[in-house]
C-alpha cells in the first residue's frame, strides 16, 4: 500500500506502523536534545554544588552520568513509542468521527485534541510542582492527584472521540 500525503490511512497495521515510528524519532530527537542542551547545565550544577561542599568524602553516584545520558536517550525513544501508539489510537477513533475530512484535517485535530487533553488542561488544573515545593509529606498526594486528573482528561477525550 503506498501512502501519499493526501490518501488517508485507514488500515490499522500501517498506521500504527508509522505513528511508532513517529514516535521512536521524536523521542530519540528530544532525548538528543536533552543530552546536547539541559545535560550540561545540570552537570555545571552538580560541579558547582560538589565546589561548594567540599568537606572531605564524595559519594558515589548510584548510576554514572554516561549511563544517564544513556537511559534518558532510551526512555525519551520508549515515550515517543508509547505516545505514538496513543495518537494512532485517537487518529483511528477520530477518521471515523470526522468522516469525509481529509488525513490532514484528522491528524490536526488529533493532535490538538491530545495537546489538549494531556498537556494543557492537567497543567492549567494542576500544574507540576518541583519535588522541594511545598510540603514534603503531601507530595505524593499531589502527585496522584495530577495524574488521575491527567488520565480522566485522556478518558474523556477518547469517550468524545468514540461517541
Same mark, same amino acid.
Given at each position: 500500500?503506498?501512502?501519499?500525503?493526501?490518501? #488517508?490511512?485507514?488500515?490499522?497495521?500501517?498506521?500504527?506502523?508509522?505513528?511508532?515510528?513517529?514516535?521512536?524519532?521524536?523521542?530519540?530527537? *528530544?532525548?538528543?536534545?536533552?543530552?546536547?542542551?539541559?545535560?550540561?547545565?545540570?552537570?555545571?550544577?552538580?560541579?558547582?554544588?560538589?565546589?561548594?561542599?567540599?568537606?572531605?568524602?564524595?559519594?558515589? #553516584?548510584? *548510576?554514572?552520568?554516561?549511563?544517564?545520558?544513556?537511559?534518558?536517550?532510551?526512555?525519551?525513544?520508549?515515550?515517543?513509542?508509547?505516545?505514538?501508539? *496513543?495518537?494512532?489510537?485517537?487518529?483511528?477513533?477520530?477518521?471515523?468521527?470526522?468522516?469525509?475530512?481529509?488525513?490532514?484535517? *484528522?491528524?490536526?485535530?488529533?493532535?490538538?485534541?491530545?495537546?489538549?487533553?494531556?498537556?494543557?488542561?492537567?497543567?492549567?488544573?494542576?500544574? #507540576?510542582? #518541583?519535588?522541594?515545593?511545598?510540603?514534603?509529606?503531601?507530595?505524593?498526594?499531589?502527585?496522584?492527584?495530577?495524574?488521575?486528573?491527567?488520565?480522566?482528561?485522556?478518558?474523556?477525550?477518547?469517550?468524545?472521540?468514540?461517541?
Amino acid at each position: 500500500m503506498r501512502v501519499t500525503w493526501d490518501s #488517508p490511512v485507514t488500515s490499522r497495521r500501517p498506521l500504527l506502523k508509522y505513528a511508532l515510528t513517529a514516535g521512536f524519532a521524536a523521542g530519540l530527537i *528530544v532525548g538528543g536534545f536533552h543530552n546536547l542542551l539541559s545535560v550540561p547545565v545540570i552537570e555545571e550544577a552538580i560541579a558547582f554544588k560538589e565546589a561548594q561542599a567540599a568537606v572531605g568524602h564524595e559519594e558515589e #553516584p548510584l *548510576v554514572s552520568l554516561g549511563a544517564q545520558r544513556v537511559g534518558l536517550l532510551l526512555g525519551q525513544a520508549i515515550f515517543g513509542v508509547i505516545i505514538g501508539a *496513543v495518537f494512532a489510537g485517537l487518529y483511528a477513533l477520530a477518521l471515523k468521527a470526522l468522516r469525509g475530512r481529509g488525513p490532514r484535517v *484528522v491528524a490536526a485535530v488529533t493532535g490538538l485534541a491530545g495537546f489538549w487533553a494531556v498537556a494543557l488542561l492537567p497543567a492549567l488544573k494542576y500544574s #507540576p510542582n #518541583p519535588p522541594g515545593v511545598g510540603e514534603t509529606e503531601t507530595l505524593r498526594f499531589r502527585q496522584g492527584f495530577q495524574q488521575l486528573f491527567l488520565v480522566a482528561s485522556f478518558a474523556a477525550l477518547a469517550a468524545l472521540l468514540a461517541v
